[in-house]
DNA sequence: AAAGATTGAGTTGTCAATCTTA
DNA sequence: TAAGATTGACAACTCAATCTTT
C-alpha cells in the first residue's frame, strides 16, 4: 500500500471530527435562540468588552469588515445591540449590548460551558492534562508560524488556568 | 472580576487560533492551484478511493448531497475527474480521478504534510506525544457524544493504513 | 490620502422540492 | 415507495469599490 497522499495524524483526525460534530461550529436554535455561529461569539466578545468599535469586533471573530457590518444590523434589528459612533471621532461605530443582548449571551455562554464540561467529564484526568499541555503547545506553535516573530514583539503569554 | 460567560479554556484557545490561520482551513491558491477546500479535500478521498459515488463522498466531506452535486460538476468541468452512471444501478454516479486528477491530487496533498511537518517540527517531543495522546482522546469522546451508540449498530469500523 | 464603515457581486454552504431509476 | 442526484431559494462569508470622516 502505497503512503497517505494527505496528512493522516492526530490533529487531522480531530479537524474531521470538529468539522462532521455540530456541537461545536454549527448554527444553534436552542433555548429559543435563533442565532448563527457568528453572532453566538459577537455576543459573547460584546458582553466582555463593551465599547468595541466594528474594527475590533471583526479582529476578534476574524471576519470581513464586511461580514460585521451585515452582522452587526442584524443584532441590531433584533434589539441585542446599539451601534452608536463615536463622539470623539466619528468614523468609529461603538457597539452595546443590550439588557435582551446582555441575557441572551448569558443564556448562550451557559449552553456552551455546558456542552464543554459535558464533553471533559468523559476524559480520564490524565487525559485531559495531556490534552491541555498538548493543546496550549500547538496553539503556540500555530501563533508562530501565523505571524512570524518580530524583533520587537512579545511572544510570551501569562499562562492561563485550566 | 466576575467568571468568563463563554468557556475559555484549551480548546477554546485552539479553535480560534485554527479559525484564524489560514493555514488549516481556507481556501488555496497555491503551485498553480486554485482550489477550494472542498475541492481539496474531495481530492483528497478520491485519490484514495476511486470510484465512490456522490453520496459517499458527501458522507466523507460531511457535506450535503446537493453541495456535493455542485461541487462535482465544478471538478468535472476542470477535468479533474469523469462521472459515470453506475451500469449496474444507474442511480449511482460514480467517480474517477482523470490523470491531471490525480496529479492535482499529489502536489496539494504534499503541500498538506510539509506544512503538517512545520508544525510538529516545532513541538517538543514532549508535547507532541502528549497532543498525540490528548487529541485521540477527544477524538474519542467527541464520537461518543456525537453518535451515542444505540444497540443494533456497528460503532467499529476496519482500520485503515496509515 | 487614509481609516472605518457600507454596498455590490460572486462563492460555498444549507434545506426543501423535484427528477430519475429501481 | 424510496434512494440517489439535481435544482431553486436562501444564508453567511469573501473581495473590490465606494461613501464618510479625519
Redesign the pocket.
Known sequence: VAAPLFPDDAISRLIRRLVRWGGWL??HHHHGIH?????ILALADLSTARGL??????ER??????????????LERQALLT?E??P???????LQLTEAGQQAAERIGAHFRDQHERLLRLLTPAEAEALGYGLTALARVIDELAAPVSPGETPAQPPAAG
Not at 35 to 39: K, M, R
Not at 61 to 74: D, M
Not at 88 to 94: K, Q, S
Open positions: 454549527e448554527p442565532a448563527s455561529l457568528s453572532e468599535t466594528q474594527a475590533e469586533l471583526g471573530l476574524a471576519l470581513e469588515k464586511s461580514t460585521v457590518s451585515r452582522l452587526v444590523t442584524g451601534r459612533r463615536d470623539a471621532n466619528r468614523r468609529f461605530v461603538r
